[in-house]
């Protein structure tokens, strides 16, 4: 965590136009890098003040238990968390519980505080954990992080 602070971030501001301020940079990651996005907002929340978790693992371990365990670092923060209703259907193990505790969490947040305008909860009812769902719902992620202009501008990235 401390190198993509430290180190990566840094350096994208330096080498490309971008608007380095909070309300402008995003973390966002899949699986086990849903997990990743939220311990930045945690550990990190003047730093990333948006987030998008997508099919997040939030079985693994006691993660929605840390989730409980800590206090909100911002209020002002907009999460998107997405959830296939068909992930882990087919596991044996803890990962059978994906989509409960994805559920589990958004709950958790609310209950600690968040906003619930700025936390947004998404499934699919054929939805599986492939990049395929992933895909979709990154483009449904920024698109409700950063507004619909954040994918339609005519301007030439350098």
Known sequence: ???????????????????????????????????????????????????????????????VEFIRSKSLPALDHLMYIYAGELEGIYKKTIQSQMVSKTKEAHHVLLEKGFVPAN??????????????????RFMSAMKWLFGEACIQSDEPLR
């Open 119 to 136: 936390l947004r909860l998404e499934t699919d009812p054929l939805g599986t954990h492939d990049s395929f769902f992933f895909s979709i």
């Open 1 to 63: 965590m401390q190198t993509l602070v430290d180190q990566i971030k840094p350096y994208i501001d330096q080498t490309y136009r971008t608007l380095p301020e909070k309300e402008n940079t995003a973390i966002a990651g899949c699986s086990l890098g849903g997990l990743v996005s939220i311990y930045a907002f945690y550990e990190h929340a003047e730093i990333f003040g948006k987030s998008a978790l997508i099919s997040a693992s939030f079985w693994y371990g006691s993660f």
